[in-house]
């Protein structure tokens, strides 16, 4: 059986604990703060990014360039990949997936490039099934299909505090029509098409967080599935929300930070909530 390497990129928001053992590789986006280029998990931390964003610092993102991902893919295969699946966050949000089929051109051996069209845990999620069942020796289109259902099947669910960061990097998508009341009430967005989309909206942080979390329960829809919080500079919002699902949904939760880039565009204060399909055991 062929072997097959995962690659992905740093807004599944994988950490190392979930990446151990699953021999995933992260190509990371890049952040750039006051015109500094650093890269997403490398050399700068979520909690940096909160903190520029908090001092009002120009901070933005880019996509990774096509030899990062060429030489992601050359490591794979000199480690023994004969095949790779590389699945990346939504080509409606980042040229990432772009780069990733440029730099998956000229790759020591075939490389399929798979557009999540989606974002976070619903992306992370994607890769580690995709590398569950790699792990398994699925052949090549087993594996892609893993990545390609699961983001299908998952829901991302997420509150912020503000529109504004979502506003300032051109990711507002579908929700812009929440603009004109953003002041006075507190959005619960989703993924719609690989874009971010309005779900609903509160009078305040608590009735939102609340509500987030019954969605949450109805997208799992009494399936076994798995479950991710993460957050931005908001840990004792993120713990009482995983608390919630598990005792709701009988399982364990996944809680961490989202990465640099990610905070970038969501700002501190954000909570989200991934449900994606189960992987296999």
């Known amino acids: 059986m062929p072997t097959i390497a995962v690659v992905t990129d740093s807004t599944a928001c994988l950490t190392e604990d979930l990446l151990a053992g699953n021999h995933i590789r992260v190509v990371p986006i890049h952040v750039i703060v006051e015109g500094r280029t650093y890269l997403d998990g490398v050399d700068i931390s979520s909690d940096e990014v909160s903190a520029a964003l908090t001092g009002h610092k120009s901070v933005t993102t880019s996509r990774p360039t096509t030899e990062q991902f060429f030489e992601a893919y050359t490591e794979a295969a000199a480690s023994g990949a004969d095949a790779i699946v590389s699945v990346h966050l939504s080509s409606a949000l980042s040229g990432t997936y772009d780069a990733a089929r440029l730099g998956a051109r000229d790759a020591p051996v075939?490389?399929?490039?798979?557009?999540?069209?989606?974002?976070?845990?619903?992306?992370?999620?994607?890769?580690?099934?995709?590398?569950?069942?790699?792990?398994?020796?699925?052949?090549?289109?087993?594996?892609?299909?893993?990545?390609?259902?699961?983001?299908?099947?998952?829901?991302?669910?997420?509150?912020?505090?503000?529109?504004?960061?979502?506003?300032?990097?051109?990711?507002?998508?579908?929700?812009?029509?929440?603009?004109?009341?953003?002041?006075?009430?507190?959005?619960?967005?989703?993924?719609?098409?690989?874009?971010?989309?309005?779900?609903?909206?509160?009078?305040?942080?608590?009735?939102?967080?609340?509500?987030?979390?019954d969605l949450a329960v109805e997208a799992a829809g009494g399936r076994q599935v798995q479950v991710a919080v993460q957050h931005l500079d908001a840990p004792a919002r993120a713990e009482e929300m995983a608390a919630r699902l598990s005792d709701q949904l009988h399982t364990d939760v996944v809680v961490c930070e989202v990465g640099a880039v990610m905070g970038v565009h969501v700002g501190p204060g954000m909570v989200a909530v991934a449900i994606a399909p189960a992987g296999i055991p």
């Open 110 to 213: 075939p490389v399929e490039v798979v557009d999540s069209r989606t974002i976070a845990m619903g992306l992370g999620f994607s890769a580690l099934n995709a590398a569950r069942a790699a792990n398994s020796a699925a052949d090549l289109p087993e594996v892609c299909e893993a990545a390609r259902s699961t983001a299908a099947d998952s829901q991302v669910l997420f509150y912020v505090d503000t529109l504004e960061f979502l506003r300032r990097g051109g990711r507002i998508g579908k929700a812009s029509a929440l603009l004109g009341s953003a002041l006075r009430v507190k959005p619960i967005l989703h993924m719609v098409d690989g874009e971010v989309a309005a779900l609903e909206k509160a009078r305040t942080a608590n009735r939102a967080l609340g509500r987030l979390a």
